[in-house]
């Protein structure tokens, strides 16, 4: 046993022998875990309130109670069928750097860690697609891709600790997402196995009109409607040229009306960032444009000429219009350089309680939604740092991506700030009509908030789980969704 002081009970310890050997029989010996340890590892994802118990020996849910590793679509169909014959809870695992505790067992599930699906399946020039196993990791795929000289564009901050698998699952967005779209607009076929054992492939077609979208079923399933195994990706040719733009702009107004225009006149810079005063001065310090025009954006254009040189003369006309002018590129390329680094582990290893939450809103909703939220977290605490950034834009709106600390503090002060931050984020994201969630997910950690967000939806999913997993043991208690008997029932905020 480890040092933790979590109760017995909950830790899953005693390991099921049998279900032991009949997944060895699927998998193999050497891919079932059973020892504490191992299971031990799965016992948590990158949710921070996660984090912060683990700080205190404590768990945010349970550990496993086995982990298994398939090797091919059949083993893990074989997987969910013996787990239907058997009633046992299933977990399908990327690797684990979700952050709303999407892969976190509350009950006693068994992990199915899906990181041996790892090959590409085939390229596809002429359709432009690439096919993957769901488990490859994102660095390793898009290394391969460019290698050939392709890309996929879905560049999340995670890309090197996530998987393919793990993107649809939770409706990502990457870096680039203003010129290739999310996750949802790029995955264009899969392959799944439904939580009946049922192999599910949606053929990868440019389009169709046969009824609502199975696909989007599973893309931002979280694990609850099945295990997927396999995607078809839209495939692009690597850019010949790429310039970053940087832009010191006179107010936050200002720049989101100039993201807002580019958006709209068609134009598709491939990424778009812009950063509220308080993240601008963290990087934009000895810029002296900077001192009169505050707040930092960071366009990036790629293509090749003429195409690539219009759109950029294009939307710095827009910029212009509204007051911004064009900066050293210092600040891009500390983001080139750094944006697949994650600051928070950094923060939460020092004590802080450090927390991120994405939003979406409109953008006639942005303005009184952020000045809203900056107010609210002040209010809850005086000394928090609060900043924000908006790097996934469209036409209608964005994503306001926000990042929150506490100093370190005794747990009992922090986890009720921590959980009253999130509120009132949350609520006031709904009261400015917008999406609780743009590219993590829920989770667990947004079960709260589901109801508003969905409204009758949430039963329309709830019915369709029902369905499709009439004895819940895909994932359960995640996407707001019925939890298990006798679960683990997380309570934000209480030690
Ligand atoms: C530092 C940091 C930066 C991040 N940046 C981004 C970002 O830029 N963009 C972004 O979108 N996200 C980001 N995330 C969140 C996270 O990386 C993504 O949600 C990622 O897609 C999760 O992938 P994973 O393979 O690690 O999945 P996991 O964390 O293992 O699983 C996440 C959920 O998906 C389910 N799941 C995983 N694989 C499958 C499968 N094959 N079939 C069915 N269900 C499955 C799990 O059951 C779980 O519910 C970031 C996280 C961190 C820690």
Redesign the pocket.
Known sequence: MTGLTIAAAKTSDEVDADLAAALAAIVGDANVLSEFEARRAYAH??LPFANFRERFGKLAGVVPRLVVRPGSDAEVAAIVKLANARKVEL?????????LG??IPLHREVMVD?RRLDQIVSINPQDAMVTVQ??MNGMVFENALNAEGFTTGHL???IE???V???A??R????ASSRYGKIEDIVIGLK?VLPDGTPLEIRPVARRSVGPSIRDLLVG???AF????ELTLRLWRLPEEERGVVLALPSLEAAWEAARRIMQAELRPTVVRIYDEAESRERTEGLDQFKAKPILAILVFSGAEPVLGAEQTAALDIVASVGGEVAPDGPFRHWKENRYV?Y?QKWQAAGYYNDTVEVTGNWSAIPGMYAAMSAAVREIYPKIHFGAHWSHVYPEGACQYMTIRLPPMDEAEALPLHSRLWEALQSLTLEHGGSIAH???V?LFRNPWIEKELGAGLGVIQKIKDALDPDNLM?PG?LGLRGAAGAVDLRRGEV
């Open positions: 994802d990158r977990i399908p695992f990327g690797n684990g750097s979700g952050v999407g892969a899906l769901a488990g999340p901050q995670s600790i996530s998987t698998g793990g993107w699952a939770c990502g967005g990457g870096q799944a399933s979280e694990g099945g295990i997927i195994t994650a928070s590219h993590h997910g989770g994932n995640k």
